[in-house]
């Protein structure tokens, strides 16, 4: 009996019962000797069947809650067996001391005592954080794991079905997407009716077999333009093949003059039909904004590209250029100043292009400045040049002094970047909502999104040969001064290395208007000449290079020698002209201890897919990236980069 049931003062009723009859007893025996004997005998008799009562009590209750525990016990062993989830007790060393049948049953075995957690489920492996619930696949079968560290417990929760169902919703969801037929116009210029009509249709016609082939629904919205709806399992199938219907189309079309190419927009995973069509079309700008022939996909949160193996075909028509002057002269005469910025480390093309927009601001009678905080080898003789005219050496200011000087009227002009990582400082683009972006390079999936006025051609061949394009439409009679014009075709010059790649039509066209306006060629080559000692350092990077599937070289540069980003720059330039090589990377570490590579290619390979894997980016031919590590762990991460490019769909057009 507990000992709260015996000293209870509600159970001791019988013992003062006997106490005041024994008072009874003494108090007869007080009168006369023969009550007091009888109510003695009385007493006694009631006491030893109180006693006895007692006991049988005692027994009797001790024998019920021993048949309860018991039952008890035995329902719980029940549950537990019956419980429809595993229970599992281990160790310190995360081994299994006990489960329950679930567990056995789920292995297949008749007990796992014994065994490692990390067996019985391998997935936790790769889990860092065994807090909170993880999933893990055993057979057939998908099971919860939820962790609780302090009592050392793991509960085992088969969501199998859950997680068919969670497959099954994912797989269903919408996805949209917007195929363009690139440049049909310039592609189709100069044809009959007749012809116009077939080579339409024949592309049409491959374009619907694809859509069919995926079970894919097809509906024509313009001439040029389809929409296509489907579900997330099968864009992910889509994406697997590498959406072969941009090469196809390309071949298909290889023997008109311009091959037709497409450029595929498609968005998956958004919160809404409307969210879902706006990452569609901006999907479809970013693969435009490179320079088309490829699909950009929006995935939730994840951005990827395909295809991309052709360069950017050259618009004839000067409609959007002209279009676009006439509204960047407008946005100039609305604001109450103008602060140009180009990207960090500026090389000849954007400092050249920021003199050319420093111009079309004077143009509009306003106030313009240059952000630029020292210089580098790239730009010093162009920037000794410039400072030799006072008109522009108080042009340019410090980031601290540009942020003094910008408030919300003013127009900051962003050139040669279209990435708010990329500009010297980044904190002016948050203090003005008038942004403008004029940029060559392809579009990555950073971009200045609030920019009011965006003129992006991945065509052109620099960012120089846009503003001098400008320059024409913004004001009927433009006169440059010559270090103006020298300045911008030096940054043409540069970025075409002297006019043999990347070249077209408006190229020439640009650099005839800027010779017009007499653009100083002799200067030019002064700016680019180099000293003997740095060609001396160029050859010792160069005569490290390697050859690697047939048409690829690789150069590194010595561990702990640190040498310029421009010198990195020339040697990939220098390695190109090499017999048989149609691409180059040189590797090495720069003046600020990150790792430079530099990328450049003939057109034959996409550089720019290449330097996107490694962090950065830029041109089909021309491209870079930069890194932190060793130049040993990224000269080995790009040669996997490049394994995985050659496996996937082969590194050459």
Request: charged share 25%; with cysteine.
């Amino acid at each position: 009996m507990p000992k709260f049931l015996v000293k209870r003062w509600h159970g001791m009723h019988q013992v003062w019962a006997l106490v005041f009859m024994i008072l009874m007893t003494v108090t007869l025996a007080w009168f006369h000797w023969l009550p007091g004997l009888i109510g003695l005998l009385l007493t006694g008799a009631v006491g030893v069947y109180t006693a006895l009562a007692e006991k049988a009590f005692r027994n009797d209750l001790k024998s019920y809650l021993g048949t309860l525990s018991y039952r008890v016990k035995k329902a719980g062993n029940d549950v537990i067996g019956e419980l429809p989830f595993g229970i599992i007790l281990y160790n310190e060393e995360k081994t299994v001391e006990w489960h329950n049948p679930f567990i056995a049953q789920m292995m297949g075995q008749e007990s796992v005592v014994g065994q490692p957690l990390i067996e019985l489920f391998p997935s936790l492996q790769q889990a860092k954080d065994k807090e909170g619930a993880i999933e893990a696949t055993v057979g057939s079968h998908v099971y919860q794991l939820i962790f609780k560290q302090k009592e050392r417990l793991l509960y085992v929760n088969d969501i199998t079905e859950f997680w068919k169902l969670g497959k099954k919703y994912d797989e269903e969801r919408l996805a949209l997407g917007i195929v363009m037929i690139d440049s049909l116009d310039e592609v189709t210029q100069g044809m009959d009716d007749h012809q116009r009509s077939s080579l339409q249709s024949k592309v049409t016609t491959e374009i619907t077999e694809w859509a069919q082939r995926y079970q894919v629904f097809l509906k024509r919205l313009t001439s040029d333009r389809f929409l296509l709806i489907t579900d997330q399992k099968t864009l992910r199938q889509l994406e697997q093949s590498r959406f072969l219907v941009l090469d196809e189309v390309r071949e298909m079309t290889a023997d008109q003059k311009i091959p037709i190419t497409l450029s595929i927009g498609f968005a998956a995973g958004a919160e809404s039909i409307v969210e879902l069509g706006a990452w569609a079309q901006s999907s479809l700008d970013i693969a435009l904004g490179r320079g088309g022939d490829q699909a950009a996909v929006k995935f939730g949160g994840r951005q990827s590209f395909y295809g991309g193996k052709t360069n950017a075909v050259e618009k004839r028509t000067r409609v959007r250029a002209r279009v676009v002057a006439h509204a960047l002269r407008d946005l100039i005469r609305e604001s109450s100043n103008v602060i140009i910025m180009g990207h960090k480390m500026p090389d000849m093309d954007a400092v050249g292009a920021a003199i050319g927009v420093l111009k079309a601001a004077q143009l509009g009678g306003k106030e313009a400045y240059i952000v630029l905080e020292g210089t580098n080898p790239a730009i010093e003789k162009m920037m000794e040049m410039l400072r030799e005219d006072d008109r522009f050496a108080k042009r340019f200011i410090s980031p601290e002094q540009a942020m003094s000087l910008t408030d919300s009227h003013t127009l900051a002009i962003v050139v040669d970047t279209h990435k708010a990582s990329m500009v010297k400082e980044p904190k002016l683009l948050t203090m003005t909502n008038r942004i403008v972006v004029v940029d060559h390079h392809r579009r990555g999936e950073e971009f200045l999104s609030n920019a009011i006025l965006v003129y992006m051609e991945p065509y052109a061949s620099s960012a120089c040969e846009l503003v001098t394009e400008l320059l024409q439409y913004i004001h009927d009679r433009v006169v440059l001064d010559v270090r103006e014009a020298t300045a911008l075709l030096a940054g043409i010059t540069v970025d075409t290395k002297s006019f043999s790649l990347r070249t077209g039509a408006r190229t020439f066209e640009a650099a005839s208007f800027l010779r017009r306006n007499g653009a100083d060629s002799m200067m030019i080559q002064r700016m680019l000449k180099e000293d003997l000692e740095e060609y001396v350092r160029k050859a010792e990077i160069i005569k490290h290079a390697g050859v690697y599937y047939d048409h690829i070289a690789i150069a590194v540069v010595e561990p702990g020698r640190k040498v310029p980003q421009l010198l990195i720059a020339q040697s990939a330039d220098t390695l190109l002209n090499m017999t048989d090589i149609q691409a180059s990377f040189v590797i090495g570490e720069r003046q600020d201890g990150l790792i430079g590579i530099s990328a450049r290619s003939l057109g034959g390979m996409n550089v720019q897919v290449v330097m996107e894997r490694m962090g950065g980016g830029g041109h089909l031919t021309n491209a870079a990236a930069q890194l932190e590590g060793t130049v040993a762990e990224v000269a080995d991460k790009l040669k996997r980069v490049l394994e995985e490019i050659e496996a996937e769909e082969g590194l050459f057009e």
